[in-house]
């Protein structure tokens, strides 16, 4: 029995010394450096030269190359393209058949950095322009033409010949711990840094097709957020589509690098699913995207609206959604924003909201908190270069109200109290319609026609309101003809203040701030108005008697 134990032990440390050598031998840099070089070239689309070797028999044989170039060059200044190892993973039962079978190649570190220089123009490694001089920066290697794979050349379960290497059959292409980096001449990172966005952390499955490189059930990072996905990259460019799993507020800019724009201050948006955007980068250089945002909330600055859906586009110079619809404060909105890049970005926004809250609107962005309540309807069309956004923003607002209050305002209030002409208790006076016609610009919204109306009182005003705060109106507060013959029965020199349709008009002036307005009655322009109606009068009634006889 024990020299059976002995024997059995004996052939088992011969069988395992066997299998060493013969793994070692199928393995050998000689055996593995040419599939190991023909593979990358395939896969890469460049020339690749695998400079060291390392063959690991446990937990399971595999080979680690190291020390590999790209295209005859060490990696260099954007654009450029680099490979930090590869494992190779043969399968088992190859190793003693005498036909060497891939189960995996895995490229590890895999490195791509695209630069974008001051016109616009994106560089890629694999591409066939050749870009000029970064400012202030090492010249870049120029870029190359994708080479096409040797004939033969295949990936993903097939058999041929790889180059000049040795026939060989690969089961699977595998990406790991692979980067793609956005290098801007222009733009920068809010570190300052010209890497204005870095895909990392990339996984994918890889695939040659008809010359290109596919990727499939891609995984990656942006900063903290994680991205799904597929991509394409070779000759004719570089195309992913990406969806956020998630959008971290800091990894915002980033997105905007992505497509070689300047972010927007104070914009972030929250969501489960918030972005989808197909993102492509021709050969010659041209970038051009599309996607849906779909954001739980997106807020800028103070201004927050919630469940936006947008289909938008950008060809390069211009993000356009036409057709984007969200809520606010109540409302339903739909409209077309735009933004134009350059420095600075320029952007627009045509849209209506419908049974917007606006106590809810100013509460959150201005300071007029709880000083006007009703619903209705806004038309807007503004747009802003530049910063602050107070002073940059241009465009009209066109509001209209029913059925409001408007709080703490001391010379309707009062006007109210004394003749009851209208809803309200207290400092508040009710309304049955606001309506007023805005110009933004300068920092200050400006109207010729505010008008509004309270039961028999009429108020109409034209001048500015500033987004500081500040008033300098000019108006005029209209009895109705029956609330005005009511007054002069007891106050007959009231009639002096009636216009020729027998309504009485108290001019006045609003100044001060929308917190502390000043209201004074206009008495010059009152004696001035009362003196024309007066003469108008009297000339009427002259020129009558004169022609009757």
């Known amino acids: 029995m024990k020299r059976l134990l002995l024997a059995a032990i004996a052939i088992g440390v011969v069988l395992v010394v066997a299998l060493f050598v013969l793994t070692h031998r199928a393995l050998s840099s000689v055996a593995l450096r040419p599939i190991a070089e023909s593979q990358l070239s395939q896969v890469l689309g460049r020339p690749v030269t695998v400079g060291e070797l390392d063959i690991d028999l446990l937990p399971r044989p595999q080979v680690i190359g190291s020390r590999v170039t790209i295209g005859g060059v060490a990696a260099q200044a954007a654009p450029s393209l680099s490979l930090r190892a590869v494992r190779i993973v043969p399968r088992l039962g190859s190793l003693l058949s005498g036909r060497l079978a891939i189960e995996l190649v895995e490229l590890d570190g895999l490195v791509l950095s695209v630069r974008r220089d001051g016109s616009g123009r994106w560089y890629l490694p694999f591409s066939v322009t050749t870009p000029t001089p970064a400012p202030s920066r090492v010249k870049p290697e120029p870029a190359r033409q994708s080479q096409p794979p040797a004939a033969g050349a295949t990936s993903g379960g097939e058999s041929g010949r790889s180059g000049s290497g040795p026939a060989v059959e690969v089961g699977e292409v595998r990406l790991a711990g692979g980067r793609v980096t956005i290098v801007d001449d222009v733009l920068r990172s809010p570190a300052g840094s010209a890497e204005v966005a870095a895909l990392t952390d990339i996984a994918a499955r890889v695939e040659t097709q008809g010359g290109d490189q596919v990727l499939s059930g891609l995984t990656a990072k942006l900063g903290r957020s994680v991205l799904t996905g597929s991509g394409r990259a070779g000759g004719g460019g570089l195309r992913m589509s990406l969806t956020w799993d998630g959008l971290a507020p800091a990894d915002l800019p980033q997105v905007f690098g992505l497509i070689g724009a300047a972010p927007v201050p104070g914009l972030s948006l929250q969501g489960k699913h918030p972005l989808d955007m197909d993102l492509s980068v021709s050969s010659a250089g041209a970038v051009s995207a599309k996607g849906t945002l779909r954001a739980d909330t997106l807020a800028l600055d103070t201004l927050t609206i919630t469940s936006v859906e947008a289909a938008f586009t950008f060809d390069g110079r211009r993000v356009t959604a036409d057709r984007a619809r969200f809520r606010a404060y109540g409302g339903t909105e739909k409209g077309r924003f735009r933004v134009t890049l350059g420095t600075p970005a320029t952007w627009s926004l045509v849209s209506r909201v419908e049974h917007l809250d606006m106590n809810a609107f100013l509460s959150a962005n201005t300071s007029a908190k709880d000083r006007l309540s009703g619903t209705g309807r806004l038309d807007v069309n ?85 987004f500081d705060q500040r008033l300098d109106l000019e108006g005029l507060v209209i009895l109705s003809p ?11 020199e009231l009639r002096n203040l009636c216009n020729d349709r027998g309504e009485l008009e108290v001019p006045l002036t609003v100044t001060g701030t929308v917190s502390e307005p000043r ?7 009152a004696l001035q108005a009362a003196s024309k109606y007066q003469l108008k009068r009297l000339l009427d009634k002259n020129l009558k008697k004169f022609f009757k006889d």
Request: glycine share 14%.
């Open 382 to 466: 503004l747009g802003a270069a530049g910063t602050p956004l107070e002073r940059a923003l241009t465009g009209t607002i066109d509001a209209r109200l029913a059925k409001g209050v408007i709080h703490d305002f001391p010379l309707l209030a009062a006007i109210n109290r004394a003749l009851g002409i209208t809803g309200g208790q207290g400092s508040d006076t009710a309304f049955e319609e606001l309506s007023a016609p805005l110009a933004v610009a300068g920092g200050q919204a400006s109207t010729r026609n505010l008008l509004l109306k309270m039961g028999e009182l009429t108020v109409s005003a034209a001048g500015v309101v500033g």
């Open 519 to 525: 209201i004074n009655v206009d008495l010059a322009r």
């Open 482 to 492: 029956g609330k005005t013959a009511e007054l002069t029965k007891t106050a007959g």
